[in-house]
């Protein structure tokens, strides 16, 4: 599986790691993904979701069910 929040769509970042003496090396910047079961209210079950934690954050304010659908993700396919 991919390293993507499937919520937020946050993914990896490349960037340039700068040495003292200037030499710059490409390096990736990982987004804090974590694996989550999170209760889905409208479908009664448990999902099991790989989810950033900003996302996770949304959630717990928002709620699994209108997060999904302002991101447009089928709750009923997981």
């Given at each position: 599986m991919a390293r993507r929040c499937m919520l937020s769509g946050k993914r990896p970042n490349v960037a340039n790691k700068v040495s003292h003496?200037?030499?710059k090396?490409?390096?990736r910047q990982l987004p804090n993904?974590?694996?989550r079961r999170?209760?889905?209210d409208e479908g009664g079950r448990w999902v099991t979701l790989k989810l950033s934690t900003r996302a996770l954050r949304t959630v717990t304010k928002?709620?699994?069910g209108v997060y999904a659908?302002?991101?447009?993700l089928d709750l009923?396919?997981?």
């Open positions: 003496s200037n030499i090396t490409k390096k993904l974590q694996t999170v209760w889905h928002k709620g699994l659908a302002e991101v447009g009923s396919k997981l």
